[in-house]
């Protein structure tokens, strides 16, 4: 039997997740990478130290699956990555929008981590187990237009730190959020919006939905940094003795945290409407 380390990552066909593999196996690991699609995984760098498997976080049987094919590793870490952004105003979202958020960003990560809970269990040393949750900046403050997606973000949050105080030692749980990143991920924000713009014609956010989405990627934009120095800070986080409980990735994430902890919460808001052009006519 293989004696290194693995780790499983999930949503790995991009983005940090995609970054991450390469960060890990340089740190000792075997790397379990996962995809929807298993053949989004072929630009990764065939190995001894690399496993791919599909997995749809939304598919229990696919999660079951997944288990099945680590059986033979020695699992010692999970890094649930898997994610989307859904976009649009609260009036305008629909409650299957918002549950197939959920299913994703939360539902997903959960089955995912009570699937793998035992099996890390099985095989990690005392305090040698990890698991690390991708949240956002968005798991600890709201933008506009974007309700779904924080709303998720803020239950992985709850989530992370609900199971480091019941997990407590045994498995170092290790909350990630980073500020924005330069990945797929505003591409895909693009394409889950289906008939959101038609459905906005006529109302007071036709105009809005289009004024703050280039305001966001604009500010995505100069605020991003790319997702290998993302995935470096997880996996320097991840592979240390005592790993932090919260990593903030980027500077945008640290000062927007503090600026709303500090400020007066109007003026907080009147920041935020600013910044999204949601005031003007
Ligand atoms: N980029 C940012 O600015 C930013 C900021 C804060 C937090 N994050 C978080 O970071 C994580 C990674 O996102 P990213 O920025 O790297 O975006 P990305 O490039 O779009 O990657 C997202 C990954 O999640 C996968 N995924 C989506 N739904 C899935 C499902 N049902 N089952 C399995 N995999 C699924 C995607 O796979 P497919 O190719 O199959 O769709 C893709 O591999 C997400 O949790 C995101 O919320 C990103």
């Given amino acids: 039997m293989d004696t290194r380390p693995w780790i499983l990552v999930t ?36 190995g001894a130290d690399l496993r791919c498997i599909s997995l749809d976080v939304v598919d229990p049987d696919s999660i079951t699956a997944a288990v099945e094919a680590c059986r033979d590793l020695r699992l010692i870490g999970l890094v649930n990555n898997a994610g989307y952004g859904q976009v649009g105003p609260l009036e ?10 959920f299913e994703t960003n939360v539902i997903g990560l959960h089955e995912v981590t009570r699937a793998f809970v035992p099996v890390i269990r099985a ?6 187990g990890r698991i690390v949750q991708v949240a ?9 237009l974007a309700g ?11 989530l992370a730190e609900t199971l480091r105080l019941e997990i407590g030692d045994e498995i170092p749980v290790i909350l990630v959020e980073p500020g924005a990143i330069r990945t797929e991920f505003r591409t895909t924000l693009v394409k889950v919006w289906g008939d959101l713009p038609e459905r906005a014609k006529g109302t007071r956010y036709e105009q809005i939905l289009k004024r703050s ?6 500010m995505g934009e100069r605020h991003a940094i790319s997702a290998a ?3 470096e800070k997880i996996a320097r986080a991840l592979a240390k003795k005592h790993p932090p409980r919260r990593v903030v990735i980027g ?9 709303k902890a500090l400020l007066p919460s109007a003026w907080w808001e009147r920041i935020l409407r600013k910044a999204y052009k949601l005031d003007q006519a």
């Fill in 213 to 218: 989405m280039n305001a966001r990627q604009a």
């Fill in 251 to 259: 500077k945008d994430a640290f000062w927007a945290a503090k600026a």
């Fill in 92 to 101: 305008l979202l629909t409650p299957d929008e918002l549950r197939a958020q």
């Fill in 11 to 46: 949503g790995c066909s991009s983005g940090i997740g995609q970054a991450l593999v390469g960060e890990l196996r340089k740190r000792g690991y075997g790397v379990v990478a996962t995809a929807r699609k298993v053949e989004a995984l072929d630009p990764l760098h065939p």
């Fill in 148 to 158: 779904a997606y924080n709303a998720s973000k803020h239950a992985v949050v709850a």
């Fill in 229 to 231: 120095a993302c995935a």
């Fill in 123 to 128: 095989n990690a040393a005392k305090g040698e």
């Fill in 136 to 144: 956002s900046l968005l798991g600890r403050l709201s933008i506009p």
